[in-house]
Every structure is written in C-alpha cells, then in structure tokens.
C-alpha cells in the first residue's frame, strides 16, 4: 500500500505548480537517481520552459539505506497554541488539514525512494536550549545520536562556533543552489565558504516568524485612508507615511480619560519594535569581500531609522505588547482597537473567525528609493544544523536534500497558498504582498551570533521609551566587537 500510494502522489506531482518559497535561481541539473529525476521531471510538466528553469533532485543512483532510522531532533510546541516545530517534521496520519497531510505524503514518497524511517525527538520547549544542549551531550560522549538538528537561530549560533556541528557545504548532495534552499538565510548566516546553518523548505514553520502588517479595513473606510496595498506597490509605504496614517487615530473609546488595552490606536505593536531596523534597510552586521562579517550598525541610515521608528512606536497612538505570543495580542485587533497591527505571519491564523475584514502589508521602507520592503525572521525560528558526529554524510545529505525537495513540492503550496493565500488571507491583494514579505526576508549574521550585545537595544531603547540609540550603540559595541572577534577565530578553526 505504501509503494502505491507513492506511484500515485509521483504521478500527482504533475497536476501542481514549483514554488519557490525563499529565492529565485537559475540553470539546470541532472539527477543521477533514476525516480528522482524521473518525478522531478513529472513535477514539472505544464510548466513554462522558456520562464521555468528545471531543478532536478540529485540522489546518489540506487540509493538503498536498509530501513534507516534517521532522527530529527528539535523542540517541542509547549509555548504555542497551535503545534509549530514538530508540524514541519511529523504527520502521523492524514486529517484533511493541509499542511499535516502535505508533510504525511512528503514522509511516504521520501521514506520509500530512500528505504529510510523518519523518527522526531521533540524536547520540552520549556527550555528552548534543550535540543542543543542533547548534541552538545552527544557529540562529547562520540555517540553519532542525531542527523539532523532544528532549533531556535539564536542558540543554534554558539552550538556551531564551538565546534559541535559539521560544515554543511561539504555534505554530499546537499546543494545550496537550488531553490528548496533560502538563499537569504545561507548568504547571511554563511562564514567565508562555511555554512554552519541553513534553511530550506523543510522548516516551512520558519515562514511564520516574518513580520508583518495588519490592516482593519472597516476603521481604513471609516476614516476615508489612501489604498495602502497601491502605496505598497508604488513604494510609497514609508515610515512617514505610516506615521501620518496613525497619528490621528487614536480615541478614549469608553470615555474614561485614559488610554489603555480597551481604547482605539492607530496602532497596535504585538512584537516586532526590532523589525523597523531591518524594515529600514539596515542590518547589525555586513561581510567583506570574503565574507566575514564586521560590524556596520551606527550608520546614518540606522540612526535616521531609530529616529522614526521611536516617532511610530512611542506615543498615545501607539499600543504594545512586548512579546509576539502574547495571547491577548489576536483579540486585541480582531475587537476593533487598532487600525494597524505589527505581528508575526503565524498569527494570522488565529484571526480567521474575526468578523472585521483585514488586509496583509509588509512593514514600511524608510524611504522610497530603497531598493525593497525587508522584514527579519525572529529567532524563535528554526534553522537546520547538522551535529558533527554524523558519520555518513552521503546518507545524511542525500535525505535531507530529498526532504527538502519534496517539501518545496508538497508543504510549501499547502502552506503558502492554501494555508496563507486561500484559506485565511481575505484578499487577492493580501495574496500578492505575502509575495512582496516572503521575498523581503532577512537573516543577519549579527542578529543570530550576537548574543544580545548591540542587536536588540534598537528595541530596548524603543520599550524603554528611550530616544537614546547612539550612545547606548558605543557604550556596547567594543564588547561586541571583541566577541566577535573570538567567533571569528573560532570559525576559522573549524574545517
């Protein structure tokens, strides 16, 4: 029954369109495993030669691993209400819900192309270092105990300068070239041509942690606004123009002559005061032309952005929640009390029974002549790492490669357009601006391996409601630049 129902799900492939959820790449390759390419293939007919490049998954010819266990480590979903980590790994049966029943075929056609048995170690989120701390264990003691480790970006960051997982771009059949690969995150997170930490579409959960805008559509009418999906796409969505939009908003609605949780603002911050730094186009650290990253935050352009940023944030027009998950943050905008909401993609989910259309924006640029809208993908997602003591890394490359292929095939579409673009997106033009973030996303080397040094205290400063940002940026940065020299010493000792 299981080899059937592959043949069938291989033969459907050709019924879907490719999507690319991270980047777009170029040119061709030639599968040398005889059903790999041969589904490949059936994937892609119907597709536009001319505009469709082929990408074909390259699996070693014959590949036969015996019933291999290979085992996923990564956190649990205790923090969340809905599952999170494990839904990228493990669907134990079809439901008629569209991303477990993506990942339940993408499971079946990789498990029996490769003779392998997918097993998910899910270690309490209480402590979201647990599943490195497991490898750290494991590496220490020799055992070879896990193939794969998927956890929080900023913790998996000291596990790799310490020598605990492998160089990514020397596993066999691994390539980063192909679009189930996020090329924002191997370019950002990558150390000269090491890559320690990787993305792909496998860890489609990762989406959820963009920021986004949120628009009320009734208050957008009420007060006659400009259309802000044209002012997307004429970029002309600026931080003064986000400015203008909400200052006037703001109403003591019960009369009480203070404003609290209970009143209107015209906007809402359920997390992400950190993302304007990136929405304006800056990033903590850039790379020389080796690709090692220095710091390059105190720029003109990051302090013109803190600037504005504290304008938006700070305020009677403003309301914030400090933390993305709290969960008063969805009913607080599903109610009426903001025009806008900053949020994290994942939350719009829990706003599909909110009686009051919304609209879906990126967050805005700082002006109109950069170059795209930017939003940084929290920590709280996970990146892919491989711990050192893997000892076939053919074997290894080979099925994570596989997994990341199907994904891109199956979770991806469920995710992206069934999930997001028809099922809880109320609008075509909401639709088109996902494309807009998903391709705007950003993985800084120096958000991830800063460890809280100079990367946060753009938003430290806003919730402290500090106008500070120069001289708070000084006082940290020697500290900062002095552990990076050390990460950089480090990575370089490392094959």
């Known amino acids: 029954m299981k080899k059937l129902l592959f043949l069938l799900l291989a033969a459907a492939i050709a019924a879907s369109g490719l999507l690319a959820s991270c980047a777009s790449n170029s040119g061709d390759a030639k599968t040398t495993d005889e059903a790999g390419a041969n589904d490949a293939q059936q994937g892609l007919e119907g597709e536009d030669e001319a505009t469709e490049p082929q990408f074909l998954l390259e699996l070693p010819e014959g590949a036969n691993y015996g019933g291999y266990e290979f085992k996923v480590l990564t956190r649990g979903d205790e923090m969340h209400q809905y599952p999170l980590h494990s839904r990228d790994i493990i669907a134990e049966e079809e439901i008629g819900e569209p991303i477990n ?12 192309l490769l003779n392998i048995q997918m097993t998910m170690i899910a270690l309490d989120e209480g402590d979201e270092t647990r599943p490195n701390q497991a490898v750290k264990k494991a590496v220490a003691a020799g055992d070879d105990m896990y193939d794969l480790l998927m956890t929080h970006e900023i913790y998996s960051a000291p596990t790799a300068q310490s020598g605990y997982l492998m160089n990514m771009a020397n596993i066999p059949y691994i390539d980063f070239s192909k679009p189930w690969w996020c090329k924002s995150a191997t370019d950002d997170l990558s150390f000269g041509n090491k890559i320690f930490l990787a993305l792909s579409d496998f860890s489609v959960s990762s989406n959820d942690h963009a920021y986004i805008v949120l628009f009320n559509k009734n208050l957008h009418q009420e007060f006659a ?24 908003v703001s109403k003591d609605l019960n009369g009480d002559g203070k404003m609290t949780i209970d009143d209107l603002y015209g906007l809402i911050l359920g997390g992400g005061q950190l993302n304007f730094f990136y929405a304006g186009g800056n990033t903590v650290m850039k790379k020389d032309e080796n690709n090692i990253p220095y710091y390059d935050i105190l720029t003109e352009r990051a302090i013109s952005t803190f600037e504005k940023a504290y304008d938006i944030c700070v305020g009677d027009h403003t309301f914030s929640f400090s933390d993305w998950n709290d969960v008063k943050v969805p009913p607080t905008f599903a109610e009426g009390h903001g025009l806008l909401m900053t949020t994290q993609i994942g939350i719009v989910p829990q706003l599909r029974d909110m009686d009051v259309d919304f609209g879906i924006i990126p967050y805005p640029k700082l002006d109109e002549q950069q170059e795209k809208y930017a939003e940084y993908v929290d920590g709280h997602a996970q990146l892919m790492s491989v711990p050192i003591t893997v000892q076939d890394t053919e074997k290894v490359g080979a099925i994570i490669e596989a997994l990341s292929y199907y994904s891109r095939e199956y979770v991806v579409p469920a995710y992206y357009d069934i999930n997001l673009k028809t099922k809880f997106s109320r609008d075509a033009e909401s639709s088109e601006m996902l494309d807009i973030i998903m391709e705007g996303r950003v993985f800084d080397f120096g ?15 806003i919730n402290a409601k500090k106008r500070e940002f120069v001289s708070i940026i ?12 050390k990460i950089i010493d480090a990575y370089e000792s490392i094959d």
């Open 474 to 485: 000084e006082k940290n940065l020697p500290a900062a630049e002095k552990q990076l020299v």
């Open 101 to 112: 029943d993506a990942v339940f075929k993408r499971n079946i056609i990789v498990e029996d």
């Open 447 to 461: 958000y991830v391996y800063d460890n809280w040094v100079v990367a946060f205290k753009f938003a430290d400063q």
């Open 225 to 248: 606004l400009d259309n802000l999906y044209e002012a997307v796409l004429s970029n002309k969505w600026t931080f003064d123009v986000m400015y203008d939009l909400i200052k006037d």
